[in-house]
């Protein structure tokens, strides 16, 4: 057995329409399909679907200790001004945001509607594969340059 890639993310969520404006109106994912009879959202990054979301309704529990999903990052087009505007809409829409550099990646991660822990992402330092150090380099809080 090869595993090739990530096929998609299925998370649950309490309500389908405040998880269509935060995926689709606020990150602008494309939708590709929904069904109001399964209770889902099917989003699409370049396949059928890379992202789902089910509703399970508001008294589902939400436990942030618990086994299951920790965070799902989104790895999103430009540099490091596109993602400092990413941070600043976000921020716009009074989403709490932490900034971190991991040296092979620069990161944003915040919380949906739900709870859920989110990553948007560019790439940052090349060379782990020769050097997968690189990978275990200490986090740090990511400053913006002051022209980004």
Avoid: Q
């Amino acid at each position: 057995m090869k595993i090739e890639s990530l096929g998609h993310i299925v998370l649950k969520v309490s309500d389908l329409e405040v998880s269509r404006r935060f995926y689709h109106d606020l990150l602008a994912i494309p939708i590709s399909a929904e069904s109001a009879e399964w209770g889902m959202i099917f989003f699409t990054l370049g396949s059928h679907h890379n992202f789902a979301v089910l509703e399970v309704g508001s008294e589902a529990e939400k436990r942030f200790d618990g086994i299951g999903v920790e965070h799902f990052a989104f790895k999103i087009a430009g540099d490091l001004y596109s993602l400092h505007e990413a941070k600043l809409e976000l921020e716009k829409e009074g989403v709490d945001v932490m900034p971190v550099d991991h040296n092979v990646s620069y990161s944003l991660y915040f919380r949906d509607p739900d709870g859920n822990r989110l990553e948007l992402y560019i790439d940052g330092a090349e060379g782990w594969e020769d050097d997968p150090s690189l990978i275990l380099t200490e986090a740090t809080t990511l400053d913006f340059p002051s022209d980004a």
